[in-house]
């Protein structure tokens, strides 16, 4: 199968994110992906202190997954939309599955928050696998793959071939400008991207938002490291790289032993 990594500007409102789904999932269905996945919080928007974003609620947020649904089924591409969700009077940050003919297959909430997002969201309790095609997949969301390897290893040594990874990084205020995938000088997270793949065996799939002063790349990490595909800086578009399940074999992920973890 090949998988799609959706980098999009940020969204003015729901609708316009909503807008933006529907595009960039037409462009990976028409680039034959199987499956798109779109950044951390992307309806309504990653709540960053100096960005507008529409409040959510448990009805636009119901609405705004049931036109993913239709997007899915119109398109006929499985879509991976995080988005803020309502349970029980918590609101989750979550990424939600969505087959390719419009079917709802669950999601994954984000279990480990930045401490800065205890005020915004409750931590989510569980982890899970979904299938698409036959690809076994999982999903980590932007602190937790990037601080907490065991999120994605929980993933791989269950069947995983790739653990897709909503995130957020950068910001359209300041920063410096990236030039370089993995440069020595970049901040760690290109690394880490390819520590998840490597240390597991396993496709990571990175994807955020499409940012003036960026500070990781959309990104497609092989197995063995090597980034198979990447969107350039501060544009907006999307990727597809084709997964090979004869290399996703989750060897080390497998190889670990928890009986030693003190």
């Known amino acids: 199968m090949k998988i799609a990594l959706a980098t999009p500007p940020f969204p003015k409102s729901i609708q316009d994110g909503l807008g933006l789904v529907k595009d960039f999932s037409n462009e990976a269905a028409n680039k034959g992906a199987g499956i798109v996945c779109f950044p951390e919080s992307f309806i309504p928007g990653y709540p960053m202190p100096g960005y507008s974003v529409e409040k959510s609620s448990p009805k636009n947020m119901q609405d705004a997954l049931d036109t993913v649904c239709k997007i899915a089924a119109e398109s ?56 698409i095609d036959g690809l076994t997949f ?35 205020m300041d920063g410096i400008q990236l030039s370089e995938w993995g440069a020595k000088t970049n901040p760690y997270y290109e690394k880490a991207m390819m520590m998840r793949a490597m240390e597991n065996t396993i496709y990571f799939a990175s994807v955020g938002y499409a940012m003036k002063y960026q500070e990781s790349a959309s990104s497609i990490v092989a197995p063995d490291g090597t980034c198979a595909a990447y969107q350039p800086y501060g544009e907006a578009g999307v990727i597809v790289a084709e997964v090979n399940p004869s290399l996703a074999t989750g060897l080390l992920a497998k190889r670990f032993k928890p009986g030693l973890v003190l």
């Open 76 to 131: 006929k591409i499985a879509i991976i939309i995080p988005m803020d969700w309502f349970s029980v009077g918590d609101r989750l940050n979550v990424a939600y599955v969505v087959s390719g003919t419009g079917e709802i297959l669950g999601y994954q909430a984000k279990n480990q928050l930045d401490p800065s997002e205890d005020v915004i969201w409750t931590a989510g309790t569980q982890r899970q696998l979904f299938e």
């Open 138 to 172: 999982g999903i980590t969301i932007c602190h937790e793959g990037f601080r907490y390897p065991e999120s994605v290893r929980w993933a791989a040594s269950r069947g995983a071939q790739v653990v897709f990874h909503p995130h957020f990084t950068g910001s359209n």
